[in-house]
C-alpha cells in the first residue's frame, strides 16, 4: 500500500504563559508574521483561556489553529471555573488540548475524564489533540508501552473510525516535559509506531495512517528536525520553546523541511 502523507501539525502549548492579553498578542502577531499565508505545515497556538477571544481576533485571515489548553464536557450548568467546548467554539477554537500530563498528573485527570472531553470536543467539531505519556518510572520499568496503551484504550473509548482522523495524538513522555531531557529519535518512533499499530488494531490500518501523531516533550530548535524526520513523527507539541517566536518558527521550518524529506521518500 502507497504511504499515507499525513499533513505536519506544529503545535505551541503555551500552558500559564504571557502575564499580559498584550505580551500574548505579540507573541501570536510575530508568530503569524513568520508563518505567513503558508498552509503546508498546520500550526497551531495555545493560549491561555482568558487571551483566547483576543488572539482570536489577532489570528483573524491566518492558517494558524487555535487551540484551548482544556475543556469541561458537559454543554453548560453549575460546573464553576470551567469552560465548555461550545464557549471554545464560540471564543474561535479549532484545536483543542485534553489530558495534558500536567493535568493527569498534577490536577487526577483520569483516562475516562479525558473520552468524555474527546466526545463532548468531537460534537462541537473541535480537533482533540490528546496527550498520552509515561512518567520516568515506569519507563524505568519497562512499562512504557502498556502505560501508553492503557491510556489510548481509555481515553479514545467509543471513538468510531470515521471520526478518527479529525484526532490528533500526543505522545509526551512526562520526563521529557519542560526537562530538557527529549526522548531520543529512535525512542520517539518506537512509541509512535507502537501507538500506530494500536489504533490500527482498534480501527483499521487504513485510518490508523490517516491520524497524525505528535511527539512532545523538550522539542528545541536544535533537535526538532531528527525527531520530526522519524516516520510516524507527524510533528509536534511544544511547551517551553513556542514561548519564543522565533525558536517556534525555527521548529515549524524544521516540520517543513521533514516533510519535503518524506514526500521525497514517498515517490
Ligand atoms: C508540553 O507542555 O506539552 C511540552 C511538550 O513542554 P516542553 O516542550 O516545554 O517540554
Known amino acids: 500500500m502507497a504511504q499515507t502523507l499525513r499533513p505536519p501539525l506544529i503545535a505551541g502549548n503555551w ?3 504571557p502575564a ?5 498578542e505579540t507573541l501570536a502577531k510575530d508568530v503569524m508574521a513568520g508563518v505567513g499565508p503558508a498552509a503546508d505545515v498546520h500550526v497551531a497556538i495555545a493560549p491561555a483561556f482568558v487571551h483566547l477571544q483576543r488572539i482570536d481576533l489577532v489570528l483573524d485571515g491566518s492558517p494558524i489553529g487555535l487551540a484551548a489548553q482544556n475543556m469541561h464536557w458537559m454543554p453548560s450548568g453549575a460546573y464553576t471555573g470551567e469552560i465548555s467546548a461550545a464557549m471554545l467554539q464560540d471564543a474561535g477554537c479549532t484545536h483543542v488540548i485534553l489530558g495534558h500530563s500536567e493535568r493527569r498528573h498534577g490536577l487526577g485527570e483520569t ?3 479525558v473520552n468524555r472531553k474527546l466526545h463532548a470536543a468531537l460534537a462541537a467539531k473541535l480537533i482533540p489533540i490528546v496527550c498520552v505519556g509515561e512518567t520516568r518510572a515506569e519507563r524505568e520499568a519497562d512499562h512504557t508501552r502498556d502505560v501508553v496503551a492503557t491510556q489510548l484504550e481509555g481515553s479514545l473509548a467509543g471513538l468510531e473510525a470515521d471520526l478518527a482522523p479529525g484526532v490528533v495524538i500526543a505522545y509526551e513522555p512526562v520526563w521529557a516535559i519542560g526537562t530538557g531531557l ?3 529519535p529512535e525512542q520517539a518512533q518506537e512509541v509512535h509506531a507502537f501507538i500506530r499499530a494500536k489504533l490500527s488494531e482498534r480501527l483499521g490500518a487504513a485510518t490508523a495512517a490517516r491520524v497524525v501523531v505528535l511527539y ?13 524526520g522519524q516516520a510516524d513523527v507527524d510533528g509536534a507539541l511544544v511547551g517551553g520553546a513556542s514561548l ?15 516533510a519535503a524529506h518524506k514526500r521525497g521518500a514517498a515517490r
Do not use: C, H, Q, Y
Open 244 to 258: 519564543k517566536a522565533a525558536d517556534f518558527l525555527a521548529i515549524i521550518a524544521a516540520a517543513r523541511t521533514a
Open 111 to 113: 483516562d475516562a475524564d
Open 20 to 24: 499580559t492579553a498584550d505580551e500574548a
Open 15 to 17: 500552558k500559564m504563559n
Open 182 to 184: 527529549n526522548a531520543t
Open 216 to 228: 512532545g516533550g523538550s522539542v528545541k530548535p536544535d533537535n526538532a528536525l531528527e525527531l520530526l
